[in-house]
């Protein structure tokens, strides 16, 4: 039987700056902004997904840049790392290319076996890791900044903090399909199937201080589910839970359904199509500002409050 999910889908956060945003992740990291669209339920305010070549699940980083938002505050009950897979030999390409951008980061350490990660943030403080492994056979995006020998490849894991792991890991091996398949010292490694880009890991910290929202901080995880059926069936399963489900939204480029974990975080639920070649050419994916239907007669309200923003990595070579 097929599984009803199937890894991570894509990880969501809140930051406060559009520019700042787009150059650190396409300039510096070397992503694909694979598509600028709206906040669906603010439009407002942008929603930019970062990727690989075509955004699989797995590889996607998405923002919703609000402007001047206040920072947050990591902690528990939030998500507070995601970690990007690269090449075990582009360890010292990448410290070299985050002293060269002023981005500090924590000195390289060995977590599980063949795994190499260092820790710095973005400019809004997401907290951000490089796994260095090469048990990761994903391309990643070779045509930007990055050369193809060094670039991300996708998402390895997020690193969720709770009180307690109990109540989180029921939840993830009873209706979520995943199982524990590693842990060291206060982290519980879980994932949905065995390959980098889906590993879910708690870290049990009761003792730090309670996370708060805010700008540099993960607004919710989102899990791959293979079509509308198995997210109907995942649905029942949250809903018998008593975790109350939000009916099944729909995203243009997936659909989903939202709930808060036990400890805290937001979870979603997201198809694993239709994708982002949906309303744009492969070739062209993030160029255009793409608006969902029923905001296409507000298009040119909505293009005069958004700030102006541009993708232009030749600085970042
Ligand atoms: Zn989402």
Same mark, same amino acid.
């Given at each position: =039987? ?33 598509? *600028? ?25 998405? $923002? ?10 990591? %902690?528990? %009950? =939030? ?50 890791? #490089?796994? $260095?492994?090469?048990?990761? *056979? ?14 991300? *490849? ?54 730090? #201080? ?6 540099? =901080? ?23 839970? =008593? ?15 939202? $709930? ?26 993030? @160029?255009?500002? *793409? ?5 296409? @007669? ?7 409050? #958004? ?11």
């Amino acid at each position: =039987m097929q599984s009803l999910i199937t890894g991570i889908h894509h990880v969501t956060a809140l930051v406060s700056d559009a520019q700042r945003n787009i150059d650190f992740y396409t300039g510096i990291l070397g992503l694909r902004l694979v598509k *600028k669209t709206v906040n669906f339920d603010a439009p407002e305010v942008y929603h930019f997904y970062y990727g690989d070549e075509d955004g699989n699940p797995g590889s996607i980083l998405t $923002f919703f840049p609000y402007n001047g938002l206040v920072s947050g505050r990591h %902690g528990k %009950g =939030m998500l507070n790392t995601t970690a990007f897979s690269v090449p075990l030999n582009s360890l010292n390409y990448w410290m070299e290319r985050l002293k060269q951008y002023n981005i500090s980061y924590k000195q390289p350490k060995e977590r599980f076996e063949d795994e190499v990660v260092i820790y710095f943030e973005d400019e809004d403080g997401l907290g951000l890791e #490089l796994v $260095f492994n090469d048990n990761d *056979k994903r391309a990643g995006f070779s045509r930007g900044p990055v050369p193809p020998g060094h670039s991300i *490849k996708g998402i390895n894991n997020v690193e969720i903090w709770e009180e307690g792991y109990e109540r989180t890991a029921g939840l993830l091996t009873e209706q979520l399909d995943h199982r524990l398949i590693a842990e060291k010292g206060n982290r519980f490694r879980f994932a949905a199937n065995d390959h980098p880009g889906n590993y879910v890991d708690i870290i049990c910290s009761p003792d730090s #201080l309670k996370g708060l929202p805010g700008s540099g =901080m993960v607004h919710h995880l989102a899990f791959s589910t293979p079509d509308e059926a198995s997210q109907n069936e995942v649905r029942l399963k949250i809903v018998k839970r =008593m975790l109350n489900p939000t009916p099944v939204l729909d995203r243009n480029y997936f659909t989903s359904i939202y $709930f808060r974990e036990p400890g805290g975080v937001l979870f979603e639920v997201a198809t694993a199509g239709p994708g982002f070649a949906i309303d744009e050419a492969k070739e062209h994916l993030g @160029e255009a500002l *793409k608006l969902p239907e029923r905001y296409e @007669e507000e298009r040119a309200q909505l293009e005069m409050k #958004l700030p102006p923003v541009i993708v232009n990595t030749n600085h970042y070579t």
